[in-house]
């Protein structure tokens, strides 16, 4: 099975910040990684796909990257609805995982 | 407006059985996978099952393999998720999610949830 392995688990930032996230797979997964972000109490919302591909309706200020085996998240400009916490997963192949999240709270 | 409603969540004893179920309305969801993820109580998603658009192919995590069964009715529009031999670690609030494409498993729409509780 492939591990995602998100840094760091929680990371603190201010609004007007650029905040980065990394999700490393265990072996490599080509550019099959989606992102998400969910909120307390709230489902998981889609954010990226193909590791780069904005989902429709997604501020431009979140951004993707990577391929293979070492991913990023960025946030531009960090907005205050932007504080909640964001999971990477891969679908490369079956079990699909989830990386264990990666809190964003304000400094 | 595409919708995913989730129901049958539950306190159930360990060893106990539930089926849960989501009903699907505002899209096809005879074209499209579909999945369900769990989160346990302050914990972090967890996949649990995919399903293909004709009910054909089934997937699961090591976690519940043997003892939980995905499947759907097309003609309701409707997924389900039995569940048997229910362990305290199954306790999670349990979503169901639309693939965005058939070609990969990433899901675009995500139901409320559902909550189960197995204990004693």
């Known amino acids: 099975d492939i591990q995602m392995t998100q840094s760091p688990s929680t990371l603190s930032a201010s609004v007007g910040d650029r905040v980065t996230v990394t999700c490393r797979a265990s072996?490599?997964?080509?550019?099959?990684l989606a992102w998400f972000q969910q909120k307390p109490g709230k489902a998981p919302k889609l954010l990226i796909y193909k590791a780069s591909s904005l989902e429709s309706g997604v501020p431009s200020r979140f951004s993707g990257s990577g391929s293979g085996t070492e991913f990023t998240l960025t946030i531009n400009s960090l907005q205050p609805d932007d504080f909640a916490t964001y999971y990477c997963?891969?679908?490369?192949?079956?079990?699909?995982?989830f990386g264990g999240g990666t809190k964003v709270e304000l400094k | 407006e595409v919708q995913l409603l989730e129901s049958g969540g539950d306190l159930v004893q360990p060893g106990g059985s539930l089926r849960l179920s989501c009903a699907a309305s505002g899209f096809s969801f005879t074209r499209y996978d579909m999945s369900w993820v769990r989160q346990g109580p302050g914990k972090g998603l967890e996949w649990v099952s995919i399903?293909?658009?004709?009910?054909?192919?089934?997937y699961y995590a090591d976690s519940v393999k043997g003892r939980f069964s995905i499947s759907r009715d097309n003609s309701k529009n409707t997924l389900y998720l039995q569940m048997n031999s229910l362990r305290a670690e199954d306790t999670a609030v349990y979503y169901c999610?639309?693939?965005?494409?058939?070609?990969?498993?990433?899901?675009?729409?995500w139901g409320k949830g559902t909550t189960v509780t197995v204990s004693s």
């Open positions: 072996q490599s997964i080509s550019h099959w």
């Open positions: 399903i293909s658009f004709g009910g054909e192919s089934t």
């Open positions: 997963q891969h679908y490369n192949s079956y079990p699909l995982t």
């Open positions: 999610a639309k693939s965005k494409d058939n070609l990969y498993a990433f899901m675009d729409v």
